[in-house]
Each structure stands twice: as C-alpha cells, then as structure tokens.
C-alpha cells in the first residue's frame, strides 16, 4: 500500500510564498518522475511541475520563475516553493508519482490535495 500525503497549503495573500510538501510512504522500491497538477474550481486539473529522478524539471508556462519543484529521494518527497502567489494560483494541488513497489513494475499514485487560496 502507497500512500501520497500533501501538506503546506493554506491562505495567504497576493505575493506571498506558500511551500507545498509531499510525502510517499509504503514499501517503495523507487521513484521514478514526481509533479504537481492542481485545479481550481469549475476547471479542469492543470499540470504545475515536473521532476524527473536524475533533477531534471520543467513547468507550466503560468509558474514559470515564480514556483520551483525540488525533491529529497531519501526522504521520498517532494516539494513545491510558490513565490509571488497570485489570485490565479488559487487551486487545490496535488502530487503524482511513478512508483516502482517491484522492480519490474511501475504505476503512478496520487495524493488527496491541498488548499492553496492566493487573497488579492
């Protein structure tokens, strides 16, 4: 059994930083690619970030300079810093991850979610 938990979110205003955890537990063999999707209500989930094992990142062209996505492999998390929030960046967020229990098999998890209201 894997478990994703998020935490971090909460209100804060316009400008502001917010950094969101991630944390996976169970009898993890390996994580291969993390990210971060939210959804603001009404719309769908939208990619934020992604980091593959070796470092390698990329974002979404709206958090682009102001949110980095880093991870701790020992620890098996992942973070999110948030800078110069915006009212737009108000969502609720989640992680994914390709988890490997096995060696031979891989599938994607995700975590329940967390608030993040950016206050103009």
């Known amino acids: 059994q894997v478990q994703l938990v998020e935490s971090g979110g909460g209100l804060v205003q316009a400008g502001g930083s917010l950094r969101l955890s991630c944390v996976a537990s169970?009898?993890?063999?390996?994580?291969?690619?993390v990210a971060w999707y939210r959804q603001a209500p009404g719309k769908q989930r939208e990619f934020v970030a992604r980091?593959?094992?070796?470092?390698?990142?990329n974002y979404a062209d709206s958090v682009k300079g102001r949110f980095t996505i880093s991870r701790d492999n020992a620890k098996n998390t992942v973070y999110l810093q948030m800078n110069s929030l915006k009212p737009e960046d108000t969502a609720v967020y989640y992680c994914?991850?390709?988890?490997?229990?096995?060696?031979?098999?891989?599938?994607?998890?995700w975590g329940q979610g967390t608030q993040v209201t950016v206050s103009s």
């Open positions: 169970g009898s993890i063999f390996s994580i291969n690619d």
């Open positions: 994914n991850a390709e988890i490997r229990l096995v060696p031979t098999f891989l599938d994607l998890y």
């Open positions: 980091m593959t094992r070796g470092g390698n990142s």
